[in-house]
């Protein structure tokens, strides 16, 4: 599950689908033709329940989604960013730890503030 900012429909993500699911078929140009034509089209293919590999698009504004993206963005920054780590399991060890330092630590519900949609238009 996703949001449905645009990078989540990208050209590259298209083509990394296309490839794991073993897609053969000619997927257009960027802004010409095909599924490669528009964000419309991009994220058609995605969500295509036909594929290995599908997204879900929920709203752009999803609260526990966005709160959920702070923290990883927290844990990209703080730890993966510039973290060096031997296999798998010292990697998972690390993050483990990292989680319980964060919440001993830093841990408070994230201001969340989305007034919703606006009637004007």
Request: with cysteine; aromatic share 12%.
């Amino acid at each position: 599950m996703v949001d449905q900012l645009n990078i989540h429909q990208s050209e590259s993500l298209v083509r990394l689908v296309a490839e794991r699911c073993e897609i053969k078929t000619d997927l257009g140009i960027k802004k010409k033709i095909g599924i490669l034509k528009s964000l419309k089209t991009r994220a058609a293919f995605l969500s295509d329940t036909n594929h290995r590999i599908r997204f879900v698009y929920i709203p752009k504004h999803t609260s526990w989604l966005n709160q959920i993206e702070c923290w990883f963005s927290i844990l990209m920054r703080r730890l993966l960013k510039r973290g060096n780590f031997t296999s798998t399991a010292d990697l998972k060890q690390k993050i483990l730890d990292f989680i319980t330092y964060y919440n001993h630590t830093f841990a408070q519900p994230f201001q969340w503030k989305f007034e919703g949609f606006s009637d004007q238009g």
